[in-house]
């Protein structure tokens, strides 16, 4: 023991314990306050830079939700962004060998089919009456006019697929004229089940290479320029469909498939084999 400490009393050695204790105490705490402000300090940034990745994701989708609004007024007779293959009422007609934009026969009936991507029905409209379709095209003996419309959207969870998809086939129209008809089969073939979101875009592109779509042209699908340019022609050929007196049914409602031949709704079976063909054949002049 050093000389110090035996000359120290009792009372003095605590004393100097407890002052050393409270200086080992300060330190400690001082320590722990400058690892909370560290702290703080690392936090506020990571906060400060979340909040600046949510307001460019907010700002982000903002402006694609901009670009893909679409005006339900506007008529189709006003819309800008027209496939190429359209006809003014909002029908592209196919031709020989499922291409698109082809002219109109005007010694021919014309038959018309509106259709909605997500609608169960047309599904099996399709499968029906494939083989008559083509048949008309291949044998010359009516023209046929395509008609995609977008009356399902609420069915697809906030999607809006059926405008996604419609969008699409009138992209591959105006740009892959020569798929047209191959796309619109593939998207019967792959048609999702309503109350779901139906495809990504991706893979509503991915259906469109599987038929011969042009990659680049297959991408304008995949990133949603599609719909960005052809949606607001979706939407207004969808709102002159509806609106068509001509197309309702008895309960004065537009539903889908709807099927015309020259311009007047067929009230026919179209599920009766030969029941489309016969009508296209007692409509030739």
Not at 145 to 155: K, W
Not at 159 to 170: C, I, K, M, N, S
Not at 175 to 201: S, V, W
Not at 205 to 230: K, L, Y
């Amino acid at each position: 023991m050093s000389s110090n400490s035996q000359n120290q009393s009792k009372a003095q050695r605590r004393e100097a314990a407890r002052a050393q204790a409270l200086e080992l105490k300060r330190k400690q705490e001082a320590a722990d306050k400058r690892a909370r402000l560290i702290t703080m300090s690392v936090l506020g940034v990571v906060l400060a830079a979340l909040v600046a990745i949510v307001a460019f994701l907010l700002i982000r989708d903002s402006a694609t939700n901009a670009a893909d609004a679409v005006d339900d007024g506007l008529p189709l007779s006003e819309v800008t962004d027209v496939p190429a293959t359209a006809l003014a009422d909002g029908g592209i007609p196919i031709g020989a060998g499922g291409v698109a934009g082809v002219a109109l026969d005007e010694d021919l009936p014309t038959v018309g089919v509106f259709f909605d991507y997500l609608c169960p029905i047309c599904g099996q409209f399709e499968e029906a009456n494939e083989d008559t379709l083509e048949g008309f095209l291949a044998d010359g003996t009516a023209n046929v006019v395509l008609y995609p419309v977008s009356i399902l959207n609420r069915f697809s969870q906030g999607t809006e697929y059926p405008t996604r998809a419609a969008a699409a086939f009138a992209w591959v129209a105006d740009r892959a004229p020569a798929q047209a008809l191959a796309f619109h089969k593939a998207l019967f073939a792959n048609e999702p089940e309503e109350n779901t979101p139906g495809h990504a875009n991706e893979q509503i592109a991915e259906f469109a290479r599987e038929v011969g779509v042009p990659s680049d042209v297959a991408d304008g699908i995949a990133s949603g320029e599609a719909r960005r340019v052809f949606g607001q022609w979706v939407t207004s050929a969808t709102g002159a469909a509806t609106s068509n007196e001509a197309l309702l049914n008895a309960q004065g409602q537009f539903g889908t498939p709807t099927i015309t031949i020259d311009g007047e709704r067929w009230e026919g079976n179209w599920m009766v084999p030969g029941a489309l063909a016969q009508a296209v054949a007692d409509a030739t002049p």
